[in-house]
Nanobody
Framework: QEQLVESGGGLVQAGGSLRLSCAAS????????MGWFRQAPGKEREFVAA??????YYADFVKGRFTISRDNAKNTVYLQMNSLKPEDTAVYYC????????????????????WGQGTQVTVSS
């Protein structure tokens, strides 16, 4: 069974760092774009970062602070988050699917075929 499992979330002070991991299993996800999304309480899920064949894409609010990478040999995608702010507090999800469905202002769920269960990131001020 194909699945994505996130890990690495937690509580961190503002200005701190976390690295999220998304481990894929059940199939090879190298042919899919991989992305990170987040959802804060009372808000819509939003795009954070994506990686596709070595090209990376970021939401404006994380540029210069977050870095997405992938290790196809380990079937794992990472999100290095630096200079964290309280407004980064959210549940972070990874997803696999079409790049064009990720890098939109409104998430196109139809083109995102697999989702993880999410990992909580809390940034205290």
């Amino acid at each position: 069974q194909e699945q994505l499992v996130e890990s690495g979330g937690g509580l961190v002070q503002a200005g701190g760092s976390l690295r999220l991991s998304c481990a894929a299993s059940g199939r090879t996800f190298s042919t899919y774009a991989m992305g990170w999304f987040r959802q804060a309480p009372g808000k819509e899920r939003e795009f954070v970062a994506a990686i596709n064949w070595g090209s990376t894409y970021y939401a404006d609010f994380v540029k210069g602070r977050f870095t997405i990478s992938r290790d196809n040999a380990k079937n794992t995608v990472y999100l290095q988050m630096n200079s964290l702010k309280p407004e980064d507090t959210a549940v972070y999800y990874c997803a696999a699917g079409r790049l064009g469905s990720m890098i939109l202002r409104v998430v196109d769920y139809g083109g995102l075929y697999y989702w993880g269960q999410g990992t909580q990131v809390t940034v205290s001020s």
